[in-house]
């Protein structure tokens, strides 16, 4: 039985949703299901698709590259998820309460809003063979410093970009959350003689699972499709970078948007789905494991 | 203790007028002067010095000639050249593009926080069925990428008579922000307190009145922040633009530094040049997002707090 | 203000949109204004407008064009005609949908007040490499090569005296590496830049289009061919020497064409466009001068790399025959020679003056020698291959990290698995 409340509820449930679900599908669901149908066919992107059943997913399956790519986006979506994060969350609790906090989160958020070419010049500066970092690092007596910009090594200093960037972003969304705690709670807390964990462990971790479980699955899903950055920094201007930094999405890109030789839509979206499947893979999983009550305050 | 009804934010008078001075905890951050703090302060500013650091090189290699760049990289200019800002904003063909990127963001932020809120409002808080999976449904949106959508969504806009137009790229901005939008309102909304619906909906206030009135207010700092991250991400779009919009007059910003940046490399080599344009697209956005840092979030907040 | 500027647009759109089907072109092109090249197409536009009454709609829509081209081949009509851009670019998008037009008719129509057709004004063995089934598709108005760069202020002795084998190369390489200079300068981050090495030694042992016939034997067994070991072979040589710069394999372009610009380094085997890229860290006095890659061997072919950048139009772009006048008419001598003179690079016609820097390469072309496309071709016709096997292998010849023997079992390996799953 229904309380009044709950019919209300009810009326006027898909007048508030349906402009953005009606908007969502058309330009966004109805041209990626086109994408799922490209990717059973062979088209060079006009003129006449050749339906090719499952090939394309069986070319990636056989094609080392394609492996390389899945290694990588693992790799970034655990260990620069993983650093970008715990340095997030400490730079939130430091940030809680200190001087200058907007300026410093402002600050922060400052590489964000670079363009991928301009990091990827800085960085050359300064990790290419004579760069400050090898310099510093001769300095400190280090003979034979490491070749950061080598192909075989490059994805490391991608990943050390990319945790610079995201860091900014992610500080930005958990002090959102962390902003809408009432300061009354950890004035209770005080009171009732709690000391700095105490007040972490029942009033900042519960109040912001939430914020948290967000901040989780918007990670999964958008390092996943990162490619600009690799792009910009790991290619010079107008070029594929090395396939040894490629992930996913790149690989996707190069399939068929790099300009190089005839575009391979078919293995192109084929990638994309492998992406898609492993975002409704990974987001599930992660939602079973944040699932409890959310609190409210 | 979770219980204890939340003070009534002033929610109506705009930006409160304690302003944007010293932040709320503060005065107590003595008692909590942790290992956190003694390690995390020196940490954070070293970042923030990082960042800055960032900032004043790419600042003053749009004010270097190129072999200033790359010979002395982390000097300051010998002789300041002003003439790359003015190279820059010739050749690179930026003030008709200027006009274009400014409605075009500004736009897509409102209308996707016009449409995404309700839906996000809905989706996370009504007990209805379909609203988890729905929920989903919009999560899935951000994992797909931009540029393997670009052929079938080019026939459809194509259907409509939507290349080439401004409009056409303002739904598209839209439409592709949604999924990210309602995803992470859904979350602000969620942990807000239900009894102040409850309250509203039994003294006769429609359900859009609790939304405006009360909810909306309530999820600020989540809308700001989407607000500011839409901007942005918009600022710098550059796949969309790049194949939806044919003439030059209906450019953006990003295509046109991005063109710019690729012809300074293949005549000349002009350093300087790209770098002034660099700066002349990156500066509107920080100054703007420093001054939305401190006067709004920050008003915000406080006046959600106290 | 934004409802008056849109619905400008929109009305400005639906103007541009009649106008086409009056007569008229439109014409995509990949320079941005401001630029030496498309300050010249634009001149040359405002005076054929004039003199023949056709309407031209240029659009200067940059280096991304071929991205631009794609998603609208899929629509009944293109809402560009003419196009141009690097005959790579404009193959990916145009040429592999099917979407060019043949150009013959223009190869052969007058060049208006010349007296000569396209075809003969032009250089010789350059239509070759851009003729599909029978047909051309591109006509060129710049053309672009590859050589070895010096700086002839600092190394006098070596004009008129450059190498003319590979051993000669190799001698005079070795006497400068004793004489204590650095040697090669190579952005190894580019990896069409290390490319380069295998395709230009190996189509100089196999000749013009073999090596991507090479790569394209599902079987393997050409690539067993001994000239690609050997190939190989002289690549291992060159690091091995250590002739390569220190950082080569650990820098970031522009770093070392950068060394080379400045005179840290001696020699760097790149493209025609390398002194116009570098003119900013080049010393006052320097006068970079660039030799072509000798002969390999005894048997050595002699060819010469031609990259265009060209005109293309499409087959579903309104009045084709007006942008076919447009084409001819472009390829005038007064324009090439602005062309040549304004923005510095090479032209496809012969007599007109080129600047200094690349008399020597110009020269070269018109000898009448073989020819060659960019990369022999390997990255237009087999691009997926060249980007995931060929050019990764290349990268770990060219950084020591694979000899020549490991480098062709490895090719051959890789080659056959590839060709395997597709038919």
């Given at each position: 039985?229904?309380?009044?409340?709950?019919?209300?509820?009810?009326?006027?449930?898909?007048?508030?949703?349906?402009?953005?679900?009606?908007?969502?599908?058309?330009?966004?669901?109805?041209?990626?299901?086109?994408?799922?149908?490209?990717?059973?066919?062979?088209?060079?992107?006009?003129?006449?698709?050749?339906?090719?059943?499952?090939?394309?997913?069986?070319?990636?399956?056989?094609?080392?590259?394609?492996?390389?790519?899945?290694?990588?986006?693992?790799?970034?979506?655990?260990?620069?998820?993983?650093?970008?994060?715990?340095?997030?969350?400490?730079?939130?609790?430091?940030?809680?309460?200190?001087?200058?906090?907007?300026?410093?989160?402002?600050?922060?958020?400052?590489?964000?809003?670079?363009?991928?070419?301009?990091?990827?010049?800085?960085?050359?500066?300064?990790?290419?063979?004579?760069?400050?970092?090898?310099?510093?690092?001769?300095?400190?007596?280090?003979?034979?410093?490491?070749?950061?910009?080598?192909?075989?090594?490059?994805?490391?200093?991608?990943?050390?970009?990319?945790?610079?960037?995201?860091?900014?972003?992610?500080?930005?969304?958990?002090?959102?959350?962390?902003?809408?705690?009432?300061?009354?709670?950890?004035?209770?807390?005080?009171?009732?003689?709690?000391?700095?964990?105490?007040?972490?462990?029942?009033?900042?971790?519960?109040?912001?699972?939430?914020?948290?479980?967000?901040?989780?699955?918007?990670?999964?899903?958008?390092?996943?499709?990162?490619?600009?950055?690799?792009?910009?920094?790991?290619?010079?201007?107008?070029?594929?970078?090395?396939?040894?930094?490629?992930?996913?999405?790149?690989?996707?890109?190069?399939?068929?948007?790099?300009?190089?030789?005839?575009?391979?839509?078919?293995?192109?979206?084929?990638?994309?789905?492998?992406?898609?499947?492993?975002?409704?893979?990974?987001?599930?999983?992660?939602?079973?494991?944040?699932?409890?009550?959310?609190?409210?305050? | 203790?979770?219980?204890?009804?939340?003070?009534?934010?002033?929610?109506?008078?705009?930006?409160?007028?304690?302003?944007?001075?010293?932040?709320?905890?503060?005065?107590?951050?003595?008692?909590?002067?942790?290992?956190?703090?003694?390690?995390?302060?020196?940490?954070?500013?070293?970042?923030?010095?990082?960042?800055?650091?960032?900032?004043?090189?790419?600042?003053?290699?749009?004010?270097?000639?190129?072999?200033?760049?790359?010979?002395?990289?982390?000097?300051?200019?010998?002789?300041?050249?002003?003439?790359?800002?003015?190279?820059?904003?010739?050749?690179?063909?930026?003030?008709?593009?200027?006009?274009?990127?400014?409605?075009?963001?500004?736009?897509?932020?409102v209308a996707t926080i016009a449409v995404a809120a309700p839906a996000a409002y809905v989706l996370s808080r009504f007990?209805?069925?379909?609203?988890?999976?729905?929920?989903?449904?919009?999560?899935?949106?951000?994992?797909?990428?931009?540029?393997?959508?670009?052929?079938?969504?080019?026939?459809?806009?194509?259907?409509?008579?939507?290349?080439?137009?401004?409009?056409?790229?303002?739904?598209?901005?839209?439409?592709?922000?949604?999924?990210?939008?309602?995803?992470?309102?859904?979350?602000?909304?969620?942990?807000?307190?239900?009894?102040?619906?409850?309250?509203?909906?039994?003294?006769?206030?429609?359900?859009?009145?609790?939304?405006?009135?009360?909810?909306?207010?309530?999820?600020?700092?989540?809308?700001?922040?989407?607000?500011?991250?839409?901007?942005?991400?918009?600022?710098?779009?550059?796949?969309?633009?790049?194949?939806?919009?044919?003439?030059?007059?209906?450019?953006?910003?990003?295509?046109?530094?991005?063109?710019?940046?690729?012809?300074?490399?293949?005549?000349?080599?002009?350093?300087?040049?790209?770098?002034?344009?660099?700066?002349?697209?990156?500066?509107?956005?920080?100054?703007?997002?420093?001054?939305?840092?401190?006067?709004?979030?920050?008003?915000?907040?406080?006046?959600?707090?106290? | 203000?934004?409802?008056?500027?849109?619905?400008?647009?929109?009305?400005?759109?639906?103007?541009?949109?009649?106008?086409?089907?009056?007569?008229?072109?439109?014409?995509?092109?990949?320079?941005?204004?401001?630029?030496?090249?498309?300050?010249?197409?634009?001149?040359?536009?405002?005076?054929?407008?004039?003199?023949?009454?056709?309407?031209v709609d240029v659009q200067w829509v940059g280096r991304d064009i071929h991205k631009k081209i794609g998603p609208t081949?899929?629509?009944?009509?293109?809402?560009?005609?003419?196009?141009?851009?690097?005959?790579?670019?404009?193959?990916?998008?145009?040429?592999?949908?099917?979407?060019?037009?043949?150009?013959?008719?223009?190869?052969?129509?007058?060049?208006?007040?010349?007296?000569?057709?396209?075809?003969?004004?032009?250089?010789?063995?350059?239509?070759?490499?851009?003729?599909?089934?029978?047909?051309?598709?591109?006509?060129?108005?710049?053309?672009?090569?590859?050589?070895?760069?010096?700086?002839?202020?600092?190394?006098?002795?070596?004009?008129?005296?450059?190498?003319?084998?590979?051993?000669?190369?190799?001698?005079?390489?070795?006497?400068?590496?004793?004489?204590?200079?650095?040697?090669?300068?190579?952005?190894?981050?580019?990896?069409?830049?290390?490319?380069?090495?295998?395709?230009?030694?190996?189509?100089?042992?196999?000749?013009?289009?073999?090596?991507?016939?090479?790569?394209?034997?599902?079987?393997?067994?050409?690539?067993?061919?001994?000239?690609?070991?050997?190939?190989?072979?002289?690549?291992?040589?060159?690091?091995?020497?250590?002739?390569?710069?220190?950082?080569?394999?650990?820098?970031?372009?522009?770093?070392?064409?950068?060394?080379?610009?400045?005179?840290?380094?001696?020699?760097?085997?790149?493209?025609?466009?390398?002194?116009?890229?570098?003119?900013?860290?080049?010393?006052?006095?320097?006068?970079?001068?660039?030799?072509?890659?000798?002969?390999?061997?005894?048997?050595?072919?002699?060819?010469?790399?031609?990259?265009?950048?060209?005109?293309?139009?499409?087959?579903?772009?309104?009045?084709?025959?007006?942008?076919?006048?447009?084409?001819?008419?472009?390829?005038?001598?007064?324009?090439?020679?602005?062309?040549?003179?304004?923005?510095?690079?090479?032209?496809?016609?012969?007599?007109?003056?080129?600047?200094?820097?690349?008399?020597?390469?110009?020269?070269?072309?018109?000898?009448?020698?073989?020819?060659?496309?960019?990369?022999?071709?390997?990255?237009?016709?087999?691009?997926?291959?060249?980007?995931?096997?060929?050019?990764?292998?290349i990268n770990e010849l060219i950084f020591g990290q694979i000899d020549a023997q490991e480098f062709q079992d490895e090719?051959?390996?890789?080659?056959?698995?590839?060709?395997?799953?597709?038919?």
């Open positions: 039985m229904d309380t009044p409340i709950q019919k209300e509820q009810k009326r006027i449930y898909w007048w508030f949703l349906a402009p953005a679900a009606i908007l969502y599908t058309v330009f966004f669901v109805v041209p990626a299901l086109g994408t799922l149908w490209i990717s059973f066919n062979k088209w060079p992107g006009a003129g006449d698709m050749r339906w090719v059943g499952i090939r394309n997913y069986r070319i990636m399956y056989h094609d080392p590259v394609f492996w390389l790519s899945f290694v990588n986006t693992l790799k970034i979506l655990f260990i620069v998820g993983g650093a970008t994060f715990l340095i997030s969350f400490g730079l939130m609790m430091v940030l809680r309460d200190m001087m200058g906090r907007s300026f410093v989160r402002s600050v922060l958020f400052f590489p964000n809003i670079l363009s991928g070419v301009v990091i990827a010049i800085l960085w050359g500066f300064l990790f290419q063979a004579d760069g400050l970092v090898n310099q510093f690092l001769m300095l400190a007596g280090m003979d034979n410093p490491p070749k950061w910009l080598n192909e075989n090594m490059m994805i490391n200093v991608v990943m050390l970009g990319l945790i610079w960037v995201s860091t900014g972003f992610y500080t930005t969304i958990l002090m959102a959350g962390a902003d809408r705690i009432p300061k009354h709670l950890y004035e209770d807390c005080a009171l009732a003689g709690a000391g700095t964990f105490q007040k972490f462990r029942f009033v900042t971790l519960p109040l912001m699972w939430e914020v948290f479980g967000i901040a989780a699955v918007l990670w999964t899903i958008s390092s996943i499709k990162i490619f600009e950055f690799i792009l910009a920094f790991a290619g010079a201007v107008g070029f594929l970078p090395p396939v040894k930094t490629w992930n996913l999405a790149l690989y996707s890109y190069a399939e068929a948007f790099s300009g190089e030789g005839t575009p391979r839509y078919g293995t192109a979206s084929a990638s994309a789905v492998v992406m898609l499947l492993l975002v409704v893979v990974l987001v599930l999983l992660l939602r079973r494991a944040m699932r409890r009550e959310t609190l409210q305050f | 203790m979770l219980l204890r009804k939340m003070p009534w934010p002033a929610f109506r008078g705009g930006v409160p007028t304690q302003g944007a001075g010293a932040p709320a905890g503060a005065a107590k951050a003595s008692d909590n002067a942790g290992p956190v703090k003694l390690i995390g302060l020196p940490l954070t500013w070293a970042f923030v010095a990082f960042n800055i650091f960032v900032l004043v090189w790419m600042v003053m290699s749009s004010l270097k000639t190129s072999s200033e760049i790359f010979e002395v990289p982390w000097n300051l200019p010998e002789v300041i050249q002003w003439e790359n800002f003015v190279i820059a904003w010739r050749d690179g063909n930026f003030s008709r593009a200027v006009l274009n990127t400014v409605l075009l963001t500004i736009g897509t932020a007990k209805v069925v379909s609203a988890s999976p729905m929920t989903m449904y919009f999560a899935i949106g951000i994992g797909i990428p931009a540029q393997l959508v670009i052929l079938p969504l080019y026939a459809i806009m194509n259907q409509f008579g939507m290349v080439n137009s401004l409009w056409g790229l303002w739904v598209l901005y839209v439409a592709t922000s949604l999924p990210f939008a309602v995803f992470f309102l859904t979350g602000f909304f969620a942990s807000l307190p239900g009894e102040l619906e409850e309250a509203a909906m039994l003294d006769g206030a429609s359900a859009f009145q609790t939304f405006r009135i009360i909810m909306l207010p309530l999820a600020r700092s989540g809308i700001v922040t989407l607000a500011i991250l839409n901007t942005i991400a918009h600022w710098n779009e550059t796949i969309f633009a790049l194949v939806f919009l044919q003439t030059d007059d209906r450019m953006t910003l990003s295509v046109t530094l991005l063109n710019f940046m690729k012809a300074m490399q293949y005549n000349n080599a002009n350093w300087g040049g790209l770098f002034a344009g660099v700066c002349i697209l990156v500066l509107p956005v920080l100054a703007i997002y420093l001054w939305l840092g401190r006067q709004i979030i920050e008003g915000m907040t406080l006046g959600a707090d106290k | 203000m934004k409802r008056t500027t849109i619905f400008g647009a929109v009305a400005a759109s639906l103007a541009a949109m009649s106008a086409q089907a009056e007569g008229g072109f439109s014409y995509w092109s990949m320079w941005n204004e401001g630029e030496p090249q498309q300050k010249v197409l634009a001149r040359a536009i405002a005076v054929f407008s004039e003199e023949t009454g056709i309407e081949l899929n629509s009944p009509e293109t809402p560009f005609t003419l196009v141009d851009g690097e005959r790579r670019k404009i193959f990916s998008s145009l040429v592999t949908t099917g979407s060019q037009a043949s150009l013959d008719a223009v190869y052969d129509m007058e060049i208006p007040g010349e007296g000569v057709t396209v075809d003969a004004a032009l250089l010789p063995n350059i239509k070759n490499v851009l003729v599909e089934d029978d047909e051309a598709w591109m006509v060129p108005y710049i053309l672009l090569s590859s050589g070895w760069w010096y700086d002839a202020a600092r190394m006098p002795e070596l004009v008129g005296s450059e190498p003319q084998t590979w051993d000669e190369m190799v001698a005079l390489f070795q006497s400068r590496k004793d004489a204590g200079h650095e040697v090669i300068a190579q952005d190894g981050d580019i990896g069409f830049y290390n490319l380069w090495y295998f395709t230009d030694i190996a189509v100089r042992h196999l000749g013009p289009g073999k090596v991507n016939a090479a790569i394209e034997d599902r079987s393997g067994d050409a690539l067993r061919d001994p000239r690609i070991l050997r190939t190989a072979e002289q690549i291992e040589q060159l690091v091995d020497a250590g002739f390569f710069a220190p950082g080569y394999d650990s820098s970031k372009w522009p770093a070392q064409q950068q060394l080379w610009a400045s005179g840290e380094v001696d020699f760097m085997y790149n493209g025609t466009w390398l002194p116009r890229e570098t003119v900013e860290f080049t010393p006052e006095g320097a006068d970079p001068k660039a030799f072509m890659m000798p002969a390999v061997s005894d048997e050595s072919i002699a060819t010469n790399e031609v990259g265009v950048i060209g005109f293309s139009i499409s087959e579903k772009g309104p009045n084709i025959d007006e942008a076919e006048q447009f084409v001819a008419w472009f390829l005038k001598t007064d324009y090439l020679a602005e062309l040549a003179d304004e923005a510095k690079v090479l032209v496809p016609r012969e007599g007109i003056e080129v600047t200094e820097v690349l008399q020597p390469v110009y020269e070269a072309l018109n000898s009448g020698a073989l020819t060659h496309n960019a990369y022999d071709g390997v990255n237009t016709y087999n691009a997926d291959y060249t980007t995931k096997i060929l050019t990764p292998l090719l051959v390996d890789q080659t056959t698995l590839y060709w395997e799953l597709r038919d």
